[in-house]
């Protein structure tokens, strides 16, 4: 079924490729999408252009090179500020994956610095996946609605205070090697039995707790998500799970004002977590629990 373009908003939302937004979110919120590069061997991919979720997780249970990620160039960047000017953007605001595991926020500021077309804003989501994801499509709704381009830049900087990742992986091994582990660190080595909890604490991947089986940990997450709410948007990422459906019913009855998004994990996070990996992403809600509409 063909996906009807709804009207141009006067702001155009540009985001990367870690933000792990479907194809038909990306096409229902008007959102430009620049891909990031993944890397296996001498073999480059643009993610999600010639690389799909599924092939990607197809390719990790393989015996072949591990995959690397690679930021878009700024030159990528520029592209999609002109595609934006082109379909009749007044502006945009370009919102990256976090710049503490990424050069691709760099990427973007020096490719808005050059640009002259139309303003350009870039704001560093300090987040990924669907905590990156779930910022975009509030902001795209929000230009859909006609917000101009500082509403949008306060709004999402509030929202990024909001956010809250999480994860539980299926082991340690690419996030070892993927160098990106920071703050979980000392998780490696004798822990490798442990089932642990990850975070993005300002904008980098750190331990959140050591559960000692899978099912505690996700138990754990879900009691944590609860206990948060009420949220303002929620957000999963299944990278090949095997219990996704356990993890969506354990979330099922948390109140969240707009509905539960599910999407697949993607190869720029996925690359770093390996197979198996859940993330939980969500966006407190401004309002006090127990408050009204």
Excluded at 81 to 105: I, N, P, R, W
Excluded at 142 to 167: F, H, K, N, P, Q
Excluded at 273 to 284: E, L, Q, S
Aim: charge should be negative.
């Amino acid at each position: 079924m063909a996906w009807q373009t709804p009207p141009m908003p006067g702001v155009r939302i540009v985001t990367d490729s870690a933000c792990d937004l479907t194809d038909e979110l990306v096409a229902t919120h008007n959102v430009i999408v620049v891909p990031l590069t993944i890397r296996f061997g001498e073999e480059e991919l643009e993610d999600r252009r010639q690389l799909s979720p599924e092939d990607f997780w197809d390719r990790c249970r393989g015996k072949g090179d591990l995959p690397a990620t690679a930021a878009p160039s700024p030159g990528s960047f520029v592209t999609a500020y002109q595609q934006a000017a082109d379909e009749g953007a007044e502006a945009v605001l370009c919102l990256t994956l976090s710049s503490g595991v990424s050069g691709t926020y760099d990427s973007a500021k020096t490719a808005s610095e050059s640009f002259t077309t139309v303003p350009v804003r870039v704001v560093d989501t300090r987040s990924l996946t669907m905590g990156q994801g779930l910022i975009v499509i509030a902001a795209a709704e929000e230009a859909a609605a006609g917000a101009d381009l500082d509403t949008l830049v306060a709004s999402t900087l509030d929202r990024i205070g909001r956010v809250r990742v999480y994860g539980v992986l299926g082991g340690l091994d690419f996030l070892q090697r993927g160098g990106r582990i920071g703050g979980a660190q000392a998780l490696l080595g004798s822990l490798l039995s442990i089932k642990p909890v990850i975070q993005v604490k300002d904008g980098v991947v750190a331990e959140e707790s050591k559960q000692r089986t899978r099912s505690r940990a996700l138990a754990y997450l879900a009691a944590k998500v609860a206990g948060d709410a009420p949220l303002e948007r929620l957000g999963v990422a299944d990278g090949a799970c095997d219990d996704i459906a356990a993890v969506l019913t354990q979330l099922g009855t948390i109140e969240v004002d707009h509905p539960l998004v599910s999407v697949q994990l993607g190869p720029v996070v996925g690359s770093h977590t390996g197979p198996n990996t859940v993330g939980v992403c969500y966006i407190v809600s401004a309002r006090p629990a127990g408050a009204g509409e």
